[in-house]
Nanobody, 123 residues
Framework: VQLVESGGGLVQAGGSLRLSCAAS????????IGWFRQAPGKEREAVAC????????YYADSVKGRFTISSDKAKNTVHLQMNNLKPEDRAAYYC?????????????????WGQGTQVTVSS
């Protein structure tokens, strides 16, 4: 299993970034892909998740209305479009893969992780 994130960077508050998670080594259509983030000194938290089985989605309350998760099954890639970014969105963003869906995208369901990509939002 391999997950490779890309698309992080530095952006001003109010700006946008699009993260991508390219997956390989497993049957993409059977898995849930989640985006998590971890700020310094904090635990890794779920941001948004997408079930490739039935299209279910989950968003953390803090990103609802600003972030959109989508899946491109032809390219085995999940995207996270992040709009209206805020300084508190600053973190390392990781994508993970889970064999089962959990309604609130529980971290313990995710057994595989990418290396992460840094998002920095300046005020």
């Amino acid at each position: 299993v391999q997950l490779v994130e890309s698309g992080g960077g530095l952006v001003q508050a109010g700006g946008s970034l699009r993260l991508s998670c390219a997956a390989s080594g497993f049957i993409f259509d059977d898995y849930t892909i989640g985006w998590f983030r971890q700020a310094p000194g904090k635990e890794r938290e779920a941001v948004a998740c997408f079930s490739n089985v039935d299209g279910s989605t989950y968003y953390a309350d803090s990103v609802k209305g600003r972030f959109t998760i989508s899946s491109d099954k032809a390219k085995n890639t999940v995207h996270l479009q992040m709009n209206n970014l805020k300084p508190e969105d600053r973190a390392a963003y990781y994508c993970g893969a889970a064999a089962v869906w959990g309604r609130r995208c529980p971290r313990e369901y995710f057994g595989w992780w990418g290396q992460g990509t840094q998002v920095t939002v300046s005020s």
